[in-house]
């Protein structure tokens, strides 16, 4: 999405065709009713084909409708799942140096064939600030900030200390997250 | 002398019918939705029975219930009886004034003249201007009964603001009443049967100065300052709440209608379709003698009259919410230093071009 900056003229004498009042005001409405005609077209065209992209109203119908967080959206720090059915991490404690609030602990081990692994991986989510270090310190891709912001609130702190079990999210599902982390390190300027 | 009777009573029903049950809990609806749709929002949409919302159409059924229900509330030091009269008083003549607008022809049903207008009067735009200005009775009651210094601030404004503006309105139309050479609506109207004989094509400037002062007259914005919800609370019906708070905005709404229905009978050919005349169309329906021609023709021109109204409601509706208000000081210089001067201008150029044959008599 491109962003383009509008120069305002202000603080200048109006000229008799602007004082006259007319032209200014016919202006002034073509410019709401090209937005109402182009906010009516879009509304029907929504209303066709059930696509909300085709809604040119930004208006999201909250509960109804889920809110998708742009993609450098830090929500909850959740641990990679890969493929193989195993968590990337290999219990480094990088991310346990790197965090602020100190809010990872993690109790490393090792599988029979020597790779390490997190036997217990607690993220205190009372303490997490959101920071995003976890993920940036992170040389294996094993802690990603996820775009879940749903839940993060109880009445129990206990119930807010969050244990691997809870934070192990499939790799497909991160995927878009993980692609813009490398090209943020990498320096490309591709979104 | 029955049938005479009967015609009366229908069109009276007709008139009441759409302006209350209609056009004005419809307008509610079209402020909140148009306004909501031109600032890329939403607009009222969470009111709904069984699941269906309607687009928003029952926000207008939840208000009416909620404020027939509500306390009616009047303060410490009213007037009492003032305070009561003064919705009524500021809704009645916006009805009554609709009583001299043509919505139809004439026609022949069964050896019966109808006259579709409740009364033709041969002064109808003296009528309407005269009625239109009673409106600010109500206005200025509301605010002096109160006993509120914001309700008062309100009427003083609207009483300025209102008897200014009639000034103006009453002579941005003599221009258009010299070149048809009538008061009576009803003539104005018969007078336009070709596009080229519409008001608004010598009278444009007349359009304009007259579209300006009625919404002036009507204190919606840009000339609300009578209101101005950031200054004076809610102006002059500050203290009225439940049914009578309805009334004012009935009032404002059946104005915009009036508003509306006179600009398209003076103006933009009332019932009369671009490029068929009414003898044209009852004779494509077969005949000035049958009277389902004439019907047909009835139903086609009622159709045209308020397709053509409901078009500039929605002028009427992009341009209170395009323009912000005005400054008081600049509602009066507008209205006095510019608006009557322009009008007085206009007079004479129509005069002079009438008087050398430059602009067509009619």
């Known amino acids: ?191 | 002398m029955t049938a005479a009777l009967v015609e009366t009573a229908l069109k009276i029903a007709f008139v009441f019918g759409l302006n209350l049950s209609v056009f004005a809990p419809i307008l509610g609806w079209v402020e909140r939705k148009q306004s909501a749709v031109m600032q890329d929002r939403i607009g009222a949409n969470r009111a709904d029975i069984l699941g269906f919302t309607i687009i928003g159409l029952f926000h207008t059924m939840s208000d009416t219930i909620k404020l027939v229900f509500k306390e009616d509330f009047i303060p410490r030091g009213a007037d009492r009886i003032m305070h009561t009269a003064a919705p009524a008083l500021a809704l009645i003549p916006a009805l009554v004034a609709f009583t001299v607008i043509p919505f139809g022809g004439k026609y022949m049903l069964w050896g019966h003249q109808v006259n579709l207008v409740v009364a033709d009067l041969d002064v109808g735009v003296l009528f309407v201007f005269a009625i239109s200005s009673l409106a600010a009775y109500g206005v200025v009651l509301a605010g002096w009964s109160s006993n509120n210094n914001w309700s008062f601030l309100g009427g003083l404004r609207a009483a300025a603001q209102m008897f200014s503006y009639e000034v103006a309105m009453g002579l941005t139309i003599m221009g258009l009443v010299m070149y048809y050479q009538s008061l009576s609506l009803v003539t104005i109207v018969a007078k336009q049967d070709s596009l080229l004989h519409w008001g608004i094509v010598w009278h444009w400037p007349a359009f304009i100065l007259y579209f300006t002062c009625a919404i002036a007259e009507n204190k919606r914005t840009p000339f609300d300052a009578p209101e101005a919800e950031s200054e004076l609370v809610a102006g002059y019906f500050t203290e009225y709440s439940g049914m009578k708070f309805i009334m004012f905005w009935m009032a404002e709404f059946v104005e915009v209608v009036t508003i509306a229905a006179l600009c398209v009978v003076m103006f933009f050919g009332g019932h009369h379709l671009p490029f068929i005349t009414d003898a044209g169309l009852i004779d494509a329906f077969g005949g000035t003698g049958s009277a389902i021609a004439n019907l047909l023709a009835m139903a086609i021109h009622i159709v045209t009259f308020i397709l053509k109204v409901i078009v500039l409601i929605f002028f009427q509706m992009t341009i209170r919410w395009t323009l912000p208000r005005f400054r008081y000081d600049h509602v009066m210089a507008l209205g006095w230093k510019m608006v009557l001067p322009a009008s007085l201008i206009w007079i004479f150029i129509v005069a002079v071009a009438l008087l050398t044959g430059a602009m067509p008599r009619l």
């Open chain 1, 1 to 191: 999405m491109a962003t383009t900056i509008k120069k305002v003229r202000r603080n200048v004498t109006l000229t008799l065709w602007e004082q006259s009042y007319v032209p200014e005001v016919l202006r002034g409405m073509f410019i709401t009713l090209k937005h109402f005609f182009v906010n009516l077209r879009g509304l029907a065209l929504e209303l066709v084909t059930g696509d909300r992209r085709d809604r040119k109203i930004s208006t999201i119908y909250y509960p109804e409708e889920p809110v998708i967080p742009p993609i450098a959206y830090r929500g909850r720090p959740v641990l990679v799942l890969g493929a193989d059915g195993k968590e990337k991490c290999v219990a480094c404690g990088l991310c346990e140096a790197a965090c602020p609030p100190q809010c990872i602990s993690i109790v490393g081990g090792e599988r029979g064939d020597g790779e390490r692994y997190p036997v217990r991986y607690t993220l205190d989510g009372t303490r997490c600030i959101f920071c995003g270090r976890c993920e940036e310190a992170c040389p294996k891709e094993a802690i990603v900030m996820s775009d879940d912001w749903s839940g993060l609130c109880g009445y129990d702190r206990s119930k807010m200390i969050y244990e691997k079990e809870n934070l192990l999210v499939p790799e497909a599902r991160l995927a878009r997250r993980m692609a813009f982390m490398r090209d943020k390190a990498f320096g490309k300027d591709r979104y």
